[in-house]
């Protein structure tokens, strides 16, 4: 991340500019620029085959599809064919 600092001294005051690229991505903090990470969350239903039928889940992951599948597979103790179809829902920003 491109940061420029200026320092300025006129006579006695020193004034000191910080100049950031994106300022919504950054923060100042305890005397250094921290970039501020943002958390992406994915709702997913998932339709499963099951023995006796086939059943509806809903499953929230932050590590995208490939998240949602593990975590369906291992708490429903299945192999990842008995998923038949994966949807995305709703994508929020944290």
């Known amino acids: 991340m491109p940061v420029t600092y200026l320092a300025v001294t ?3 005051i020193a ?3 910080f100049i950031i690229a994106n ?3 950054t923060a100042y903090k ?3 620029l921290l970039k501020i990470k ?5 709702t997913y239903r998932a339709t499963l085959k099951h023995d ?3 059943i509806r889940i809903k499953v929230v992951s932050l590590s995208g599809e490939r998240g ?3 975590q369906i597979t291992t708490a429903e103790h299945c192999p990842e064919c008995a998923i038949i179809k994966l949807k995305k829902i709703n994508t929020k920003k944290v």
């Not at 943002?38 to 994915?42: D, G, L, Q, R, Y």
């Open 10 to 12: 006129i006579g006695a």
């Open 15 to 17: 004034v000191t500019y």
């Open 23 to 25: 300022p919504q991505a």
């Open 30 to 32: 305890g005397g250094r």
């Open 38 to 42: 943002t958390m992406i969350i994915e």
């Open 52 to 54: 006796t039928g086939m």
């Open 68 to 70: 949602a599948i593990q």
